[in-house]
């Protein structure tokens, strides 16, 4: 089982460029996540996708715009990137957020560094 | 809003040593979960812990959950090296926006 994909592992852009972080889980979960860890900080959310259908903001969503494309894919999309959002972003699932069964299942992550 | 404290953040210990990982939260939450990140990986699950009063164990980990107290424990019993890692412990709110990470303890356990 591959579990959760994200591509790509690593990226380097310049200041206002755009780019698409893809995200694919082959567990038949229903949530799903994007998180961004930055030193010091923990990992903070920027959306959330609680079902096929429906997206959310988290804590952070400034810049960050999301498509749930079908239940398996959930992407991130920098439109104009900025050197503070400079991070590793990890995708994750769950199988049902708000339940006992929301355990998170996180990808191996992308390293981004913007210019 | 909901708040994941971890104490401490960073912890240096010698081989055989016992220690322990304090996360305190801010609201009422049955659930609470504890995850290892190596170095430039992935975080993994280690423990979930779904009622006041679990406890869960597996080799030299410990895990425990006071939810009146709001406190969860990770215990680290005569460690070894290969626990070295960073440790995050993260809440359910019990909505759909997933769990709060605390900031994370990094531990280096020294031979």
């Known amino acids: 089982n591959a579990g959760v994909t994200q591509t790509p592992k690593f990226q380097v852009l310049k200041t206002g460029q755009s780019m698409t972080l893809q995200c694919a889980q082959d567990?038949?979960?229903?949530?799903m996540y994007w998180y961004r860890q930055d030193p010091g900080m923990g990992l903070r959310l920027i959306y959330y996708s609680a079902s096929e259908g429906t997206t959310d903001k988290g804590e952070v969503p400034n810049g960050y715009n999301v498509s749930r494309l079908n239940k398996r894919e959930f992407s991130l999309r920098l439109e104009s990137a900025a050197p503070s959002q400079t991070s590793v972003y990890f995708c994750a699932s769950s199988e049902a957020a708000g339940t006992v069964y929301e355990k998170l299942f996180f990808g191996s992550g992308t390293q981004l560094s913007v210019l | 809003e909901l708040k994941v404290e971890q104490n401490p953040l960073f912890l240096s210990m010698q081989e055989g040593k016992n220690y322990t990982i304090y996360c305190n939260y801010s609201t009422t939450s049955d659930r609470l979960y504890w995850y290892r990140q190596d170095p430039g990986k992935s975080l993994e699950s280690l423990f979930v812990l779904l009622s006041n009063g679990a406890v869960k164990q597996e080799g030299r980990l410990m895990a425990s959950l006071d939810t009146k107290a709001r406190l969860s424990t990770l215990h680290i019993t005569a460690a070894v090296h290969d626990l070295s890692a960073t440790y995050f412990c993260?809440?359910?709110?019990?909505?759909?926006?997933?769990?709060?990470f605390g900031k994370g303890t990094h531990l280096i356990i020294q031979p």
């Open positions: 567990m038949n979960h229903n949530s």
């Open positions: 993260a809440l359910s709110g019990g909505g759909a926006d997933g769990l709060t």
